[in-house]
Nanobody
């Protein structure tokens, strides 16, 4: 059984920073794309950032220049460094991984940015 477990959410003031991490565990043979999505209350889930197995990244326009996605393949872990946070970044953040030719999601972690 494969699990994705996220860490690092919380409450922060506007302008502050948080770092999310997501570790995959279990019988893992291959991990391709890893990504972070978020879903604000009453909104649809949206892609925040994605990173390929080769390290190529892409970001939503709303977070470019503020968020950085990275991964440690040896640890099967993906990170999201979030700087200059804004109240509109408040959401549940979900980790995603294309793993063993299947799609997996984490349980989500709440990020709340106060003004």
């Amino acid at each position: 059984q494969v699990l994705l477990v996220e860490f690092g959410g919380g409450l922060v003031q506007a302008g502050g920073s948080l770092r999310l991490s997501c570790a995959a565990s279990g019988s893992i043979f291959s991990i391709n794309t890893m990504a972070w999505y978020r879903q604000a209350l009453g909104e649809q889930r949206e892609l925040v950032a994605v990173i390929t197995s080769g390290g190529r990244t892409n970001y939503a326009d709303s977070v470019k220049g503020r968020f950085t996605i990275s991964r440690d393949n040896a640890k099967n872990t993906v990170y999201l460094q979030m700087n200059s946070l804004k109240p509109e970044d408040t959401a549940v953040y979900y980790c995603f991984a294309e793993l063993n030719r299947d799609d997996y999601w984490g349980q989500g972690t709440q990020v709340t940015v106060s003004s």
